[in-house]
């Protein structure tokens, strides 16, 4: 069972930018496709981005497509989301997600993952 850590939530103004990351607790993290979703009190969780474990494949939502980059580094077993150009809208809790898959080209089904991690708050200032 993989265990996910979220980092480098914080507060920033809009338009400028914030990188966060997902470090899985296992070597076998690198085998995982990863999703990110963010969450508003009061609403249904919402798809961003995903990877897919060789990091040939994403998949991004139409609100953060061209702002938002999602990447990995196997070795470090981390992944990251750069988001630039952010807007008050993307403030939110944001999540990592995790799906052991066996295809290097493999994205789950956006309501398909098995592990996620605690969260990490996203504060965009007007």
């Known amino acids: 069972q993989v265990q996910l850590v979220e980092s480098g939530g914080g507060l920033v103004q809009a338009g400028g930018s914030l990188r966060l990351s997902c470090a899985g607790s296992?070597?076998?993290?690198?085998?995982?496709?990863v999703g990110w979703f963010r969450q508003i009190p009061g609403k249904e969780r919402e798809f961003v981005a995903a990877?897919?474990?060789?990091?040939?494949?994403?998949d991004y939502s139409d609100s953060v497509k061209g702002r938002f980059t999602v990447s990995r580094d196997n070795v470090k077993n981390t992944v990251y989301l750069q988001m630039n150009s952010l807007k008050p809208e993307d403030t939110a809790v944001y999540y990592c997600a995790a799906e052991n898959s066996g295809s290097r080209y493999y994205i789950p089904p956006r309501g398909k993952y098995d592990y996620w991690g605690q969260g990490a708050q996203v504060t965009v200032s007007s």
């Open positions: 296992q070597r076998a993290f690198s085998t995982y496709a």
């Open positions: 990877v897919s474990w060789s990091g040939t494949n994403t």
